[in-house]
């Protein structure tokens, strides 16, 4: 059953965009249909093996995923959408938690290995995407969105721009999600005992480039060229890993070399840095308009938004000296892409005990995992917008496998073995 439980997570990680039905005007996913089915499974184990837990995660889990959430749905102004909104999350967060639960006190199923090898698969299709329609210019809908009409949330935009400013998505709907989640797995890669490494990480690298996402592109240079340098600091071969972090560097650099047809694109998503200052940009509308919202309910709404109120609040709501930061092409976006800032838009002061839980979580893990992915958790924080759905809880999953490895083997550098040696055949 902890193979099927494995395989499982892979495909959750794949279907996130693959809709199965809509319930109360809400698209339903196969992947959370899964983790419905997940969360019943690790339940019934839970309680026929009599697992005890934490009393610390018991009250985490009631106070800030429980309870503030159904308030927080409970005052919103469309309650019908707030108990969605509600639903999607604690299925999700019900998950993370159960699947701590499950890997500590049961024989464990490698969830990392599962979302790495997910994660290739994405990064495969998103390649092939780059090279129809990038390069052979076969611009066509079922490349863009293979799911067709199951497919549970689309841009416009991508119907209507040409291949020479593709980008690409994968099975998912936005590619600064794709090239976000692909560097994660990338730099996961080093906690396994994976084999033909460089070819999966070459895959996950390439999938990066693909997405040509300015937050995806930033990420990865800043984690794993941090995760390059944590290996100089190693005390039996600083040289050598000294030596691997300049081959890491000059490989990046002749990779793009190699693809220099591209390389004015790359350069020009680096360069949208200077959208923070440029009402209407993805950079302004992803960083800035969500700093000045969380501002406007800090002095409007000691409680938030409301859960599942934002979007409506946005369309309907807005004031119009806030809806000028929102402006995004020709209109005023409903969504806002910042986790960190939702925090307090949804929940208000409230959202402060949200930081706090995180920056807690994040000193704990840090005794475990190495810095860039610490990093990682923080940045994705500010390039993302889905708190409430799998895009976002899902990345505390693979951390399982490593929160719970024997420090002592770690430190001695030994962790693959133990990852290894404690995983399901």
Known sequence: MERVLTSVFFFIILFMNFKIFVF???????????????????????VYNKYEMKFSIVVAFFLFILITPLISAYFSSDLLEGLKSFSQSL????????AYVFKKYHKRPVFITAFIYANVFLASYGILQFLCIRVFGLMDQFIVYPFMDYTAQVQSL?????????????????????????????????????????????????????????????????????????KTSNPISPRRSLLRFFLFAITFAIILLLISSFVPTLLNTFSRLNELSAVGSSGFYRIIAPYQFAIYVFSNYIFGLGIGNIESFIESQMPENLSYYFQKGSGVGTSVDNTAMLLFITFGYLG???????????????????FSIILFLILFHFVSGHLYTPYYWLIYVPLADLLILPQKRRKNGDFRKSLNQNSIG
């Open 91 to 98: 299925l999700s967060s019900s998950f993370v938690v159960l």
């Open 24 to 46: 109360f005007g809400k698209n339903v996913t196969l992947s959370e249909i899964l983790i419905v089915l997940s969360v019943l499974y690790l339940i019934v184990l839970s």
């Open 158 to 230: 991508f119907c209507t721009i040409g291949p020479l400013t593709w980008r690409s998505n994968s099975l998912y709907y936005e590619p600064s999600i794709f090239g976000i989640f692909c560097t994660y797995a990338f730099l996961l890669v080093v906690y396994t005992d994976i084999k033909n490494r460089l070819l999966i990480k070459s895959l996950l690298f390439l999938g990066v480039i693909s997405s040509l996402s300015t937050a995806a592109l930033l990420i990865f240079v800043i984690c794993a060229g941090f995760q390059q340098l944590s």
């Open 352 to 370: 402060f005990l949200y930081i706090f839980l995180i920056i807690l979580f994040l000193i704990l893990a840090k005794r475990k995992v190495g």
